[in-house]
């Protein structure tokens, strides 16, 4: 570990800096200034981190299914063993939910790229993916045991919405 002394200036810059502690540089008119990161910082960039990564998984996934079932319901549904057969109604039913969940993963992806709207896409994706994970589990009860990839998805479900409540709730703490 080495330690550098900094000679007195504005900023309160004649602190002891440890390069152990991750150091960034900053410019200013007295010069180059070596800072460090306390722990809070650390953990908010390592939370923030975390979030980009979620909602881009969620965000993909959730696009991904939203097209599918949108544009292409029978090849979508036939994936996991569903015949939809030509029922108008069904068809209309599975658009609608499509469009919807399109809506939401495109909103997700949003907030993967812009920190503005972190927050908001981290709630929706939480929304979204326990609503249809616990709504699942109602079935389950309700119906019976569904196909092996069924459960899958359900154990997706459940997990991205977890994992993105988890976030959640660390970015409402740190506010």
Not at 57 to 71: D, H, P, R
Not at 75 to 91: K, S, Y
């Amino acid at each position: 570990m080495i330690d550098v002394s900094l000679p007195k200036c504005p900023a309160r810059l004649d602190e002891r800096i440890s390069f152990e502690d991750k150091p960034t540089l900053f410019g200013s008119p007295y010069g180059v200034f070596v800072t460090h990161q306390t722990q809070s910082e650390k953990q908010k960039m390592k939370t923030q981190t975390l979030t980009k990564i979620a909602l881009a998984v969620s965000g993909v996934i959730a696009t991904g299914v939203g097209v599918g079932v949108l544009f292409a319901p029978h090849a979508f549904h036939a994936t996991a063993g569903i015949m939809l057969g030509e029922d108008i109604n069904l068809l209309n039913e599975m658009r609608s939910s499509g469009g919807m969940v399109l809506v939401s993963g495109l909103f997700i992806l949003l907030g993967a790229i812009r920190a503005k709207v972190a927050f908001s896409a981290l709630v929706v994706s939480s929304v979204l993916y326990l609503s249809y994970g616990l709504s699942r589990l109602v079935s389950l009860a309700a119906d019976g045991i569904p196909s092996g990839s069924m459960l899958q998805i359900l154990v997706l479900e459940l997990v991205i919405g977890g994992i993105c409540a988890i976030l959640l709730q660390r970015e409402r703490a740190s506010r």
